[in-house]
């Protein structure tokens, strides 16, 4: 079974702290995405990458950015943690025929 | 640019009832569709897909979409809810080109289920 795996459930940070997310996973996939899921707005993808060191925007790129120095490894940043980022991060890969998902972290910026 | 719209937020219906959820889509091609479900504190679970082929397609838990081009609809079905149904569902869609990576989602519908 493909497994999708994020470093964290919950994570709770102050404001302006800059704050790493992990996610890791073990199919060798090309694509991976990080969203995150807000109650009434469903998932908004804020970045993808569809290879090592590269990357695009999502929908929702503002106050974040991400790194991908190797395949199984996606990392989502907040460069400056603000309380409007407290939300559920999921991180997701994907062949072209499915998408599999992290179990999400739940971050609670204060 | 791709986009998911599922219009109803939250639907209740009673156990042993059937259960359709709308999604409608936009994208410049063929689309992937799929629907996941995602039980409270739960991870998103596929429930089914569509690339190609018969428009009817069957997934887990006894759930089935149908895929209609013309109307831009990929809705979700079951003849016969279970109270360990009662979750969020969410639509999403896809690119099939080698170069178009993104996966988009729908805000989701929330099912509850009455005894």
């Known amino acids: 079974d493909v497994k999708v795996t994020q470093s964290s459930r919950y994570l709770v940070k102050r404001t302006g702290e800059k704050v790493f997310l992990e996610c890791v996973q073990d199919m060798d996939h090309e694509n991976m995405f990080w969203y995150r899921q807000d109650p009434g707005l469903g998932l908004r993808l804020i970045y993808f990458?569809?290879?090592?060191?590269?990357?695009e925007k999502g929908d929702i790129p503002e106050g974040y950015s991400v790194s991908r120095e190797k395949k199984e490894r996606f990392s989502l940043i907040l460069e400056s943690a603000s309380t409007n980022q407290t939300s559920m991060y999921l991180c997701?890969?994907?062949?072209?025929?499915?998408?599999?998902f992290g179990q999400g972290t739940r971050l609670t910026v204060v | 640019a791709q986009s998911v719209t599922q219009p109803d937020i939250h639907i209740t219906v009673s156990e042993g009832a059937s259960l359709e959820l709308r999604c409608n889509y936009s994208?410049?091609?063929?689309?992937?569709l799929f629907w996941y479900v995602q039980s409270p504190g739960q991870g998103l679970q596929l429930l089914l897909k569509?690339?190609?082929?018969?428009?009817l397609v069957q997934g887990i838990k006894g759930f089935e979409a149908e895929f209609k081009r013309s109307q831009s609809s990929f809705n979700l079905r079951k003849p016969s809810v279970h109270w360990s149904d009662a979750a969020e569902y969410f639509c999403?869609?896809?690119?099939?080109?080698?170069?178009?990576?993104?996966?988009?989602f729908g805000a989701g519908t929330t099912v509850t289920v009455r005894a």
């Open positions: 569509y690339f190609s082929g018969d428009t």
């Open positions: 994208y410049g091609a063929t689309p992937y």
């Open positions: 999403a869609v896809g690119g099939l080109g080698t170069n178009d990576y993104k996966l988009s």
């Open positions: 990458s569809y290879d090592v060191k590269m990357k």
């Open positions: 997701a890969s994907r062949v072209m025929r499915e998408a599999f």
